[in-house]
């Protein structure tokens, strides 16, 4: 792996031409990169140590718009300034594009303190709270999504009507057609290893088209990075090539949709919490704790795995996606597989996040989850076995965004970890979306209608 680039790397690189730009990115509200090209003089001699961004970066939808109702900022405040801190321990080259490095920040007020409903912010509070008990977390996300054939230009002039995958049939561990695809995925592997991204390969999956991303486990923190810069690099690196790439949970009603699985573990002194030989499957009395919490309080933050009106078309049977909050062991059927029982590696995969996740919010929701499960002693319920789709008696992950909204708004947990101002602010904008959705008229409705209704 690549050593990481220091800030006195940067100066030499900056000194001697290598480097001109300084890529310098804040995470908004929908785990995208926001930020500035600085020139990379400018950015060693005053750049590193902070500059500004305007307030709405985070109180915006997809779109870019500026929703009314935010308490954090609006037009009657006036839309002023946020800080963007740069955290140097994130710099590193972005190897494809030529001359350039990277940064992340954290967003902070004029009083240096950190925003509380920034996604580097609410992560990190989770991360203070288990550092509080002695704890650290470590994780891993599984990233899928889709190639096209043609460009992001060419599918939005066609009214994203041409969506033609890039295989023709399900590619699934097939290195064939995986091989047919390398000019996007070798250098996406390559470029992301060059970065510090301890990137472990690529796969087919189980569409055509679909492909799926694995980095290795790190720290919480680290792990939302890597996520979030290797979501950035894939559209980057698949238009580079004439491709479009698509993080879109569910493209199309009869194909499969495309998720982003989060691996986690608690560790205590360098050994991992979760594990205990003494006990049935090796998972000691904090993962029992930890997984019955995040069972208990599954609804409260599927809003955090789930953002979009989209997100909630791919869960249904046979697909792979759970249906149920339930827990199994090794079992891709239910929301939440235990994986590696009886070793160290033991941890729990949450099912549930789709590709349209942001991994700080997902993360940070389900560390208080946990937490709140260990807190509480919560008793973990029986593993389930067999086909998770057939259960008929547990609860049902929230079937639409209306429920999740309704769920967050209505949770104590939530807003007892992250504070009413944080959940009330994410409150608001699942309410825009389906304020958004609900005033379009869809091709499904004219086309079942036009004529019959």
């Known amino acids: 792996m690549p050593d990481k680039m220091t800030f006195d790397n940067l100066k030499s690189r900056v000194a001697d031409g290598g480097i001109d730009t300084v890529l310098v990115c804040l995470v908004d509200m929908q785990g995208r990169l926001m930020g500035k090209r600085f020139h990379a003089q400018a950015f060693v001699e005053s750049g590193y140590d902070e500059t500004h961004c305007c307030t709405y970066l985070l109180a915006t939808d997809i779109e870019m718009a500026t929703p009314?109702?935010?308490?954090?900022?609006?037009?009657?405040?006036?839309?002023?300034?946020?800080?963007m801190?740069?955290?140097?321990?994130?710099?590193?080259?972005v190897p494809w594009l030529e001359g350039t490095a990277m940064v992340l920040c954290d967003a902070l007020d004029h009083h240096?303190?950190?925003?509380?409903?920034?996604?580097?912010?609410?992560?990190q509070k989770q991360i203070a709270r288990l550092a509080e008990m002695g704890l650290t977390s470590t994780m891993a996300t599984e990233l899928e999504f889709f190639l096209f054939e043609k460009s992001f230009s060419e599918i939005t002039k066609s009214g994203f009507r041409e969506l033609t995958p890039i295989s023709d049939y399900n590619e699934d561990y097939h290195i064939l057609q995986t091989t047919k695809?390398?000019?996007?995925?070798?250098?996406?592997?390559?470029?992301?290893?060059?970065?510090?991204?301890?990137?472990?390969?690529?796969?087919?999956?189980?569409?055509?088209?679909q492909e799926e991303l694995n980095i290795k486990y790190a720290d919480a923190l680290a792990c939302a990075d890597h996520h979030s810069i290797a979501k950035h690099a894939v559209k980057e690196i698949a238009w580079q090539q004439g491709h479009a790439a698509t993080f879109l949970?569910?493209?199309?009603?009869?194909?499969?949709?495309?998720?982003?699985?989060?691996?986690?573990?608690l560790w205590k002194d360098g050994k991992s919490a979760f594990f205990d030989p003494d006990r049935p499957l090796g998972k000691s009395e904090i993962m029992d704790h930890y997984m019955a919490g995040l069972l208990k309080y599954a609804a409260d933050y599927t809003y955090f795995l789930a953002p979009y009106v989209n997100s909630y078309k791919r869960f249904?049977?046979?697909?792979?996606?759970?249906?149920?909050?339930?827990?199994?062991?090794?079992?891709?059927?239910?929301?939440?597989?235990?994986?590696?029982?009886?070793?160290?590696?033991?941890?729990v995969e949450c099912r549930i996040p789709g590709a349209d996740m942001n991994p700080y919010l997902a993360q940070?929701?389900?560390?208080?989850?946990?937490l709140k499960g260990i807190e509480e002693e919560l008793v973990l319920p029986p593993a389930y076995a067999g086909d998770a789709?057939?259960?008929?008696?547990?609860?049902?992950?929230?079937?639409?965004?209306?429920?999740?909204?309704?769920?967050?708004?209505?949770?104590?947990?939530?807003r007892e970890a992250m504070g009413d101002a944080v959940v009330d602010h994410y409150v608001r904008a699942a309410t825009w979306e389906l304020e958004e959705f609900d005033r379009v008229v869809t091709d499904w409705e004219i086309a079942r209608g036009f004529e019959r209704a």
Do not use: C
């Open 68 to 83: 009314d109702g935010y308490a954090a900022t609006s037009w009657q405040q006036g839309y002023g300034d946020y800080i």
């Open 85 to 93: 801190k740069p955290d140097l321990t994130t710099l590193r080259p």
């Open 112 to 123: 240096h303190k950190p925003i509380a409903h920034s996604p580097r912010a609410m992560l």
């Open 181 to 209: 695809e390398e000019a996007v995925m070798r250098p996406l592997r390559n470029h992301l290893y060059a970065m510090g991204i301890p990137v472990e390969g690529t796969k087919g999956e189980a569409e055509a088209g």
């Open 249 to 265: 949970p569910k493209w199309h009603h009869d194909r499969t949709g495309s998720a982003s699985h989060v691996h986690q573990s």
């Open 316 to 347: 249904a049977k046979g697909t792979f996606a759970p249906t149920r909050i339930i827990w199994s062991v090794d079992n891709r059927t239910a929301a939440y597989r235990l994986v590696g029982e009886n070793g160290p590696g033991i941890r």
């Open 364 to 370: 940070a929701a389900m560390l208080a989850a946990g």
């Open 389 to 414: 789709y057939l259960d008929d008696t547990s609860e049902h992950i929230p079937r639409n965004l209306r429920d999740a909204k309704d769920a967050l708004y209505q949770s104590s947990m939530l």
